[in-house]
């Protein structure tokens, strides 16, 4: 259990850290060294998950494995600009996820909401769904930015969206969802 649970949080932190560790190995070409190590968290994040079902589980696999291709790809390749399209990948993917749960019976919000609330009134019912549309033009945007970081090349830019203000920007939509889910709750009791 223990082991499982170290190799989670070292798949974890691959996600997270993979913006610094993109920006030393393309500005110190001497830290290529960190891309097999990348590869080998995302590898041991996939392993991590396996056994697991459920559409969330199937899209950190998925996520898991883009992230070793894309490490693997870039040794063999010898271009390290490939590692730039992991966070556009993502933002894919997790568009795509939230956006389809708006077409099936239950969105993404309200899903992991009834996890907590299995009597989820019609009103919470329909703030999760705007919660997940909230969340989908949050992709949309992030993912763009993302694409433009890529595409203008410019790895300073790209590491400070990436690496910092993506993460700050989803911090701040997590917060101000919990404060309106609050107010929410309270008028509606």
């Known amino acids: 259990m223990l082991a499982k649970r170290a190799l989670s949080i070292a798949g974890g932190l ?13 500005q110190y070409p001497k830290l290529h060294i ?3 190590l990348l590869a080998l968290c995302f590898l041991l994040r996939l392993a991590t998950l396996r056994g697991k079902t459920g559409t969330l589980s199937r899209v950190l696999k998925g996520l898991a494995l883009v992230g070793a291709v894309l490490c693997i790809s870039s040794i063999w390749m010898r271009e390290t ?3 730039l399209w992991y966070p556009v990948v993502v933002n894919v993917v997790m568009l795509a996820l939230f ?11 309200e899903r992991l909401a009834r996890l907590r609330e299995k009597d989820l009134s019609p009103a919470g019912v329909r703030y999760t769904r705007r919660v997940t549309q909230v969340w989908c033009i949050f992709f949309i945007f992030n ?3 993302s694409l433009f970081t890529c595409l203008a090349g410019n790895v300073h830019w790209w590491t400070l969206w990436n690496g910092m203000i993506s993460y700050l920007l989803m911090g701040l939509l ?16």
């Open 143 to 145: 993912g763009g930015v």
């Open 174 to 189: 997590f917060a101000a969802e919990w404060l309106v889910r609050l107010r929410v709750k309270r008028r509606n009791e």
């Open 34 to 36: 960190l891309l097999p």
């Open 81 to 83: 600009q490939l590692l």
């Open 99 to 109: 956006g389809s749960s708006l077409f099936s019976r239950m969105s993404i919000i």
């Open 14 to 26: 691959a996600v997270i850290g993979w913006p610094f560790a993109v920006w030393l190995a393309i």
